[in-house]
């Protein structure tokens, strides 16, 4: 059974940094695609940040220039370094991953068959 366990949120100013951190049990940094999603309260849950298993990188137009999504195959770990946070970046975040799809571009939350439990973000004015 994949397990994966997020780590990292807290509440920051806006402009703010922090950095995610998903523990993942087994060989799951060679997955597919890997991926942070996020909920806001009353919203979807949206794909943020995804990684293919070649280290291809795919970002949300609304974080690209601001989050960085990096894997540590040694330590079985997805990472998400977040800069220049907005309160609209308030929300749940989940890590996820596939084993079936590969992705080349951000894919729904369909795709991914296992998922965290989710930490916190919230990006205060």
């Known amino acids: 059974q994949v397990q994966l366990v997020e780590s990292g949120g807290g509440s920051v100013q806006a402009g703010g940094s922090l950095r995610l951190s998903c523990a993942a049990s087994?060989?799951?940094?060679?997955?597919?695609?890997l991926g942070w999603f996020r909920q806001a309260p009353g919203k979807e849950r949206e794909g943020v940040a995804q990684?293919?298993?070649?280290?291809?990188?795919y970002y949300a137009e609304s974080v690209k220039g601001r989050f960085t999504i990096s894997k540590d195959y040694a330590e079985n770990i997805l990472y998400l370094q977040m800069i220049d946070l907005k309160p609209e970046d308030t929300g749940m975040y989940y890590c996820?991953?596939?084993?079936?799809?590969?992705?080349?571009?951000?894919?729904?939350?369909?795709?991914?068959?296992?998922w965290g439990q989710g930490t916190q973000v919230t990006v205060s004015s």
């Open positions: 996820a991953a596939s084993t079936s799809w590969y992705c080349t571009t951000i894919l729904p939350r369909a795709g991914f068959r296992y």
């Open positions: 087994g060989y799951i940094t060679s997955s597919a695609c």
């Open positions: 990684i293919n298993s070649r280290a291809g990188t």
